[in-house]
């Protein structure tokens, strides 16, 4: 699957070999937003229209258009890793957030090296 960006808002995009169009929609959001296209010019178009339409649609309905991203999610370990975690956290001097958040921007650098 692949991704497109723009204005924040993060697309999921994927081809229909029966339609033979690409056909794409906004990500990490409640509201349904999509769009399609037959070929890649026309996508990237349709998407920033796409996104454009919402955002003018959530203005004229006064309300904000949702982010995708917070800044915080919910994750459910194993106790015992979440132990290891907060001493790992205490030998770095670092809250167990800043663990976690440095501990996954290294491995996203990492795996964006290859």
């Known amino acids: 699957m692949s991704t497109m960006e723009y204005k924040k808002y ?5 081809y229909s070999h029966d339609d033979k169009c690409f056909y794409g929609k906004l990500a990490m959001i409640d509201d349904l937003v999509t769009f399609e296209a037959t070929n890649v010019a026309e996508l990237e ?3 920033k229209n796409s996104v454009n339409d919402y955002i003018q649609t959530c203005e004229d309905l006064n309300r904000k258009p949702q982010k995708t991203y917070k800044g915080s999610f919910n994750l459910r370990i194993d106790p015992q890793l979440h132990k290891n975690i907060y001493k790992q956290a205490l030998k770095e001097s670092l809250s167990i957030n800043a ?6 921007k290294d491995a996203v650098n ?5």
């Open 10 to 14: 993060i697309a999921t995009i994927d």
């Open 45 to 47: 178009s349709n998407f």
């Open 99 to 104: 663990f976690i958040g440095k501990t996954l």
């Open 110 to 114: 990492k795996e964006s090296c290859y």
